[in-house]
């Protein structure tokens, strides 16, 4: 089998090629290596896999190479994505073209050159804004949901920032692209993802870069009360959940998911995620505290009952496992983060 990782050198998308190369299929990757650490990712990649083919392209720009690349694949996975809400409120502009025109570019290469491939689209949880229709109350460590214990695909749709805008309208035009031209498409809106070859930054990939700061000896500040909460999903069970869908695409075509660690992997980004950081580590963390960041929803849990129920699929890797394996993958790594 044939696969396209678009952003196949980001941190899920280097994950999910290598994991695709490891089962024998041919993988291509575009990318076009502007996100710090793509390079050192795609570098790991080809040292295992010498098969692996790589084409530099822009989503938006290079839409004759992207055509390309499309053509020949039996499953697209569209992961290529601008992916924080702050830089979204600094240059929207930019955030748009990535998220909402560059998906439009995948869609039209395989509508008019590929349109029996399974196309996978990477959504995010930020499309629901702040859901202000759920009742949410506060504890001592955590805020938590009043009368569910998380968010189904049911919830209304309410773009909040640039960034939920962008991938919102990203989401819409995948999700209709299937009932309108009979594509293949599967949307997945991800809860917070975290694991190896994430190299996180203050604004995006908080769990990593909680991480790598400790490892790192930089300073970390926490945005809000720390008690927000989100639910933590593992990439090695994301990617079973991308081949798992496709699989079963007679089920999930023109679906839509909610994608996370679920109610029993939330924690709060401070109170929760201390304790286990200081288990680790094996020392007391302490962290300055400062406003709230635009678009930063108070809690998020996914509902992932939707998922179980059209491929029979549920995490595997629990919070404190994961964590583990992503604190030995920086440990065992410090060098690749001496210029981040």
């Not at 980001?10 to 502007?34: P, Y």
């Not at 710090?36 to 938006?60: R, T």
């Not at 569209?78 to 702050?86: D, E």
């Not at 930020?126 to 504890?139: A, P, Q, R, S």
Request: hydrophobic share 40%; net charge neutral.
């Amino acid at each position: 089998m044939k696969h396209l990782v678009i952003g196949g050198a980001g941190f899920i998308g280097s994950n999910l090629a290598h994991a695709l190369l490891i089962q024998g299929d041919s993988v291509t990757v575009l990318d076009n290596l502007s996100r710090p650490g793509s390079q050192k990712n795609l570098d790991w990649l080809q040292s295992l896999h010498p098969n692996l083919e790589f084409l530099k392209a822009n989503i938006v720009k290079d839409q004759d190479l992207l055509n390309q690349a499309v053509k020949s694949a039996d499953r697209v996975y569209h992961l290529a994505a601008q992916v924080a809400v702050t830089n979204s409120v600094v240059d929207p502009r930019h955030d748009f073209e990535i998220n909402a025109l560059g998906t439009f570019n995948v869609l039209e290469a395989l509508r008019l050159f590929n349109p029996r491939a399974t196309l996978i689209f990477a959504s995010t949880n930020k499309v629901y804004g702040n859901l202000d229709n759920l009742e949410i109350e506060e504890t001592e460590s955590r805020y938590k949901f009043k009368n569910i214990n998380g968010v189904n695909e049911l919830q209304s749709l309410d773009f909040h920032s640039p960034y939920g805008c962008s991938k919102g309208c990203g989401d819409q035009y995948v999700r209709d692209y299937s009932r309108i031209y009979s594509l293949n498409t599967i949307v997945f809106r991800q809860s917070c993802i975290y694991g190896p070859r994430q190299f996180g930054v203050e604004d995006q990939g908080w769990v990593a870069w909680f991480v790598i700061a400790l490892m790192t000896h930089q300073p970390i500040t926490i945005y809000g009360d720390g008690k927000q909460v989100r639910d933590l999903l593992y990439v090695d069970d994301l990617i079973h959940a991308y081949q798992m869908a496709a699989d079963n695409i007679s089920k999930t075509r023109g679906e839509v998911f909610n994608l996370g660690g679920g109610p029993n992997n939330s924690i709060s980004i401070y109170f929760d995620f201390k304790k286990l950081l200081e288990k680790l580590f094996d020392k007391d963390i302490v962290a300055p505290f400062a406003p709230t960041r635009p678009g930063d929803q108070k809690i998020y849990v996914s509902d992932i009952a939707k998922a179980k129920k059209y491929f029979a699929w549920e995490p595997k890797i629990n919070v404190e496992t994961g964590l583990k394996n992503l604190y030995l993958w920086v440990k065992d790594n410090l060098s690749l983060f001496s210029h981040e």
